[in-house]
């Protein structure tokens, strides 16, 4: 779900090909993004889920899957082992 979540904003947001996302060892620096970029989808997530990474940079070496595991571990330690659904899905049915 956090994938999807940051495969689409960045589709939309940036106007990546969303074919770039099948290749096989995705680096996040291969998405295009530049610094403002990748703090960008950053905010993004973070306001979702009411988190906050330390050290942004750290993600434009890691390959995307790297990237959005960290996030998720990240997410999961804010909350006690559990991705809750994003702020903007919370009370939607």
Do not use: C, H
Not at 39 to 61: C, I, K, T
């Amino acid at each position: 779900m956090l994938r999807q979540i940051i495969k689409d904003f960045v589709i939309q947001q940036f106007n990546v090909d969303p074919a770039v996302f099948d290749q096989p060892g995705l680096k996040v620096a291969d998405l295009g993004l530049d610094s403002l970029g990748v703090v960008e989808m950053l905010f993004e997530v973070e306001d979702l889920y009411g988190f906050q990474v330390d050290d942004p940079a750290r993600y434009s070496s890691m390959s995307f899957d790297e990237m959005v595991a960290d996030m998720e571990t990240t997410i999961r330690a804010a909350n006690n082992g559990q991705i809750p659904a994003p702020a903007s899905l919370q009370g939607k049915a």
